[in-house]
């Protein structure tokens, strides 16, 4: 069946795997931990501890599986510790720099 459907069978896994994504994303409030970003398509899985490399090879994650994550977090009982939402920006920002530059601006204001 697949192979004589296979356009039908692709959009139905891209659905599947968008809709994990959004139950995932809801249970963790929609919204970037950081700066506040609401737009879906912005928005992603971080680890809080910085260990997700580690627990994307523990659960046999590829790099290219990028629901893995989100699959795991609804077959263990989402919403868990240890895990929060983050736009791409503030995400990248805290893996390559550390920190995120909002972190700095709050920082500013509150003692400005």
Known sequence: WY???QEKAQIASNERRRAIRREVL???GNACA???ETTPEFL???HVNADGAAHRRAIGASVKDTTAVFRWLKKN???RDGFRILCF???LAR??????PHEAIRAAEKTG
Do not use: E, L, Q, V
Request: with cysteine.
């Open 89 to 91: 920006n503030c995400h």
């Open 34 to 36: 950081c700066c506040g």
């Open 77 to 79: 009982n989402f919403p």
């Open 44 to 46: 992603s899985i971080d």
């Open 3 to 5: 192979y004589r459907h």
């Open 26 to 28: 809801a249970a963790y």
């Open 95 to 100: 893996s390559f720099w550390g920190s995120c």
